[in-house]
């Protein structure tokens, strides 16, 4: 579960909006009380993929740099964000590939420009498989 205010999914919306036709990135900073990650901050970070349209990629001085603020802030990194330019908030091969065992993963779908859907993803590792399943977003 992912729970934040309502003012930081509200900025994940406009970070989507903003970055079309591209998609955005950032960084979740919060804490972990076992499987219900809680989001204190945002930390937006410049997309370095190639294709920047249809793919994210974070560099690692940039998560370097959101790494240095969530420990200024005395939290953790928690998971990423990011949108799908007019595309529906799904989670793609890529976006599992990308995924690390117990972060979030919200993806945002930006049609013509506007925000619409967000979906919360999590990498939950069980005993036998991995899985990366869609998880409950709650706005405080």
Do not use: W
């Not at 990135?25 to 919060?30: N, S, T, Y």
């Not at 370097?64 to 969530?70: D, G, S, Y």
């Not at 802030?73 to 529906?88: K, M, P, R, T």
Request: glycine residues 6%; hydrophobic residues 45%.
């Amino acid at each position: 579960m992912l729970k934040l205010e309502k003012e930081l999914l509200a900025h994940i919306k406009q970070h989507g909006e903003q970055a079309f036709p591209e998609e955005c990135i950032g960084v979740l900073l919060g804490n972990s009380e076992g499987e219900v990650r809680n989001v204190n901050a945002l930390y937006p970070i410049e997309n370095s993929a190639e294709f920047k349209r249809t793919e994210f990629a974070v560099s690692q001085a940039e998560l370097q740099k959101a790494e240095q603020a969530a420990a200024s802030q005395n939290l953790d990194v928690i998971g990423f964000y990011h949108s799908h330019a007019d595309f529906e908030a799904v989670a793609s091969q890529k976006d599992r590939a990308f995924a690390i065992p117990g972060f979030s993963y919200p993806i945002v779908s930006v049609l013509g420009g506007k925000a619409a859907a967000v979906k919360s993803f999590a990498f939950i590792v069980g005993t036998k498989n991995a899985n990366f399943t869609e998880e409950e977003i709650v706005c405080l």
